[in-house]
């Protein structure tokens, strides 16, 4: 099923024209649990990784063989998925109880090469914002799935760019690490349903006139809406508490969504390729290529939420009567740096060694 934005609450661009000079497309991906397959763009799907080809490995030297166990990550999911709505039986908690971190590989020494977990994989044909190098129409995702690599300790990515039509014999089985450090690095099989949308770039680095113009505007809605709430405010009293209750559902209900550019109007959440980057919990900072200097924009978002509450009005259309359920809201289940990483690459030249940030 296709995945559908909601146009935006308020022709942003209409109010304030200096905007069309900041805007930039992405393409939301909207991953949802599903079995896709080689030829497909995934998130943790199998990918279409030649037979001959030595599969990614991390060298670092860090523990490997303490952590989760990959098989008891997925069928801990499946378990959780599979009695939603019900008690869980017998065999299913005793089975959740038998999982543990730990030691699980002894003999997997520190220095051995672990293979990376697949993370994503996008096709061009599929995902119109995927800049990669000229002629290459596929981009496959890894990582370690163990937070200890460099000077801040984040996770390490790989990325593989190839033309899909030079693979032939696609490799099976395909090499997973045994174990993984902490369980939301690794992502829930799924399909994309890649969707794109217009953004607008990051309030702190607008004009300081156009912030201080948006700022203004946001504040004149927030003083009509709290006129609007006082002048249609329910009576004080109530003969019974459900007469209150029932008021208060009803003036909720009436109430008018708020609309803030940062929320609404900016950047989407959720994962997706291209688009702007958010500095929602730090000060903007740049990204530059460490070779040729140019601003590196971000390629791929990993997010932990494809909205949350105060992103609502990005829940796709199609998604409306599944409420806060967490297929929807945390479909893949990764929750990287304090919930949100992006891939960064170099415009000029997309060979250039990637960089990462984290929000």
Not at 32 to 42: I, L, N, Y
Not at 92 to 104: K, P
Not at 186 to 193: A, G, L
Request: proline content about 10%; glycine content about 6%.
């Amino acid at each position: 099923m296709a995945r559908t934005t909601p146009p935006r609450p308020f022709d942003v661009e209409a109010a304030f024209p200096a905007l069309a000079a900041h805007r930039r497309t992405a393409t939301r991906l909207h991953p949802r649990h599903g079995s896709p397959g080689a030829h497909e763009s995934s998130v943790a799907g199998p990918l279409l990784w030649p037979a001959g080809e030595p599969w990614p490995v991390c060298t670092a030297v860090h523990p490997k063989s303490t952590g989760h166990l990959l098989s008891d990550v997925r069928l801990s999911r499946r378990i959780l998925e599979d009695s939603r709505g019900r008690e869980q039986t017998e065999e299913e908690r005793h089975l959740l109880e038998g999982m543990s971190e730990g030691n699980h590989i002894p003999e997997l020494q520190d220095d051995a090469p672990l293979p990376m977990l697949a993370v994503a994989q996008l096709y061009a044909r599929e995902v119109p914002d995927l800049a990669g190098p000229e002629g290459h129409d596929l981009l496959q995702v890894f990582w370690c799935p163990f937070e200890v690599h460099g000077a801040d300790r984040t996770i390490d990515v790989v990325l593989k760019w190839r033309r899909s039509t030079d693979v032939g014999a696609v490799l099976m089985p395909q090499p997973e690490p045994p174990v993984v450090g902490r369980k939301e690095c690794v992502p829930n099989t799924c399909v994309v349903h890649p969707e794109r949308v217009v953004e607008h770039e990051y309030l702190g680095l607008l004009e300081e006139e156009l912030q201080e113009a948006i700022d203004e505007w946001e504040e004149a809605r927030l003083d009509e809406d709290d006129a609007d709430e006082y002048n249609s405010a329910p009576p004080a009293s109530y003969a019974t508490y459900e007469e209150f209750e029932e008021a208060m559902a009803a003036a909720e209900a009436a109430e008018p969504e708020q609309i803030n550019y940062m929320s609404d109007l900016s950047i989407a959440p959720g994962w997706k390729v291209g688009g702007f980057a958010s500095w929602h919990l730090t000060d903007p900072a740049s990204v530059d290529c460490e070779v040729c200097g140019a601003a590196m924009p971000p390629l791929l978002t990993v997010n932990m939420w494809e909205c949350d509450g105060a992103s609502r009005s990005w829940l796709p259309i199609e998604d409306r009567d599944a409420g806060n359920a967490r297929h929807v809201t945390n479909p893949t289940y990764v929750y990287l740096g304090r919930g949100l990483m992006r891939v960064h690459t170099c415009p000029a030249d997309p060979g250039h060694p990637h960089r990462l940030s984290f929000q």
